[in-house]
Each structure stands twice: as structure tokens, then as C-alpha cells.
């Protein structure tokens, strides 16, 4: 018997494609894919990820999410201040978040960034390889990540419903674009 991802996650997978390869686009990727990462380019990414991620989170923790969703294991900028032994003062946050105002847009949003502790565990092997230091945030959740992407799965397909599924989908693939809005725009 072969395993069968839910509804809800193939349609994410195939509507979120496009922005998803869009994103891969991004400096950070493209140089981690051509072997040239630097340790001031890691810096970057990682400063605009942690000001995506203080604004989502935020708003994660105000949505009444019980134990199975495992929110305080869920919160990572923390991680990117470690790595950048920087104040979060010191940092921009992004002020064009997503919308988040419903569950169907939250739980889009959170395919996204839960997704990509799965590519962060790639990008840490890399960040070793080039013997760039700052690895903590994108080492994920560590043994747990793939048990915790298998868990929000789980959860995901048991409160995405016909009704909701088409907001998810749009929220997700907004969630990519604005993400990558971010990502790309210049220093202030």
C-alpha cells in the first residue's frame, strides 16, 4: 500500500510551486547552490529572516493553538539572534506581513515557515561545508524536525475542509511572495 499525502498538501505543493521557485531565486540560494556562500551573505539572510519571523510569531502566539500544535517549540528568531550575536533592536522587521486575521491564512502561513526547516537542514550542511558559523537557525528543530513537519502535517490536513482549503493554498503562496518581497529588498 503506498502512502498518499492529504488533499490539502498536494494542492499546496502544486498552487505554491511557482513562488516557492521564485524564492529559491534568492541571492542566499543561488550562491549556496554554486558553492560561493559567504559568511556576509548568510549575515543578511538571516537578519531579514528574523525580520519576517518576529512579526509571524507574534502572531502565532496569539492565536489559542492547543498543546498538539507544540507553538513554543515553533518559535526560531531566537535562534537567528544567536547566530547573529546581534541586539533585535538592531534589526528591521517587516512591516507587509501576510495577512493573518484568519485560521485558513494562519495555517498557510505556517506551511511555509514550517516547510523550510526542512530546507534548513540541507542549507546547515552546506553553511558546515563553507565553514560558515552561523548554522543554529536553520538547523530546524534538530532530530525533531522531521517528526514535527510529519505532526503539523497531520494537524493541517485534520483542519483544512473544502470550504477552507482554496485560503490556505492563497495564503501560503502569498505568505512565498511577501517572504521573497522581503528577502530582496535593499537595506534601508
Known amino acids: 500500500m503506498s502512502y498518499s499525502p492529504a488533499p490539502i498538501l498536494q494542492a499546496l505543493r502544486l498552487h505554491t510551486r511557482p513562488a516557492h ?9 543561488q550562491q549556496l547552490t554554486a558553492g560561493t556562500i559567504t559568511e556576509a551573505t548568510t549575515t543578511h539572510f538571516l537578519a531579514k529572516m528574523y525580520g519576517f519571523l518576529v512579526p509571524y510569531e507574534a502572531r502565532l502566539r496569539q492565536q489559542p493553538l492547543g498543546p498538539a500544535w507544540e507553538v513554543g517549540i515553533r518559535q526560531r528568531a531566537h ?5 547573529l550575536q546581534q541586539p533585535a533592536s538592531s534589526l528591521a522587521l517587516c512591516s ?9 491564512q ?28 552561523q548554522r543554529s537557525y536553520f538547523s530546524g528543530y534538530g532530530e525533531r524536525t522531521g ?9 493541517l490536513a485534520q483542519e483544512a475542509t473544502p470550504e477552507n482549503e482554496a485560503e490556505i493554498v492563497q495564503s501560503a503562496s502569498l505568505t512565498f511572495q511577501i517572504l521573497d518581497a522581503w528577502l530582496n529588498q535593499p537595506p534601508a
Open 21 to 29: 521557485d521564485q524564492l529559491e531565486q534568492h541571492a542566499f540560494n
Open 79 to 83: 535562534l537567528i539572534l544567536k547566530d
Open 96 to 104: 507587509s506581513m501576510p495577512p493573518l486575521g484568519s485560521w485558513p
Open 106 to 133: 494562519l495555517l498557510g502561513a505556517m506551511y511555509v515557515v514550517e516547510g523550510s526547516t526542512l530546507g534548513g537542514q540541507v542549507i546547515a550542511r552546506q553553511l558546515a561545508r563553507a565553514d560558515i558559523p
Open 147 to 155: 517528526p514535527l513537519w510529519k505532526a503539523f502535517c497531520q494537524l
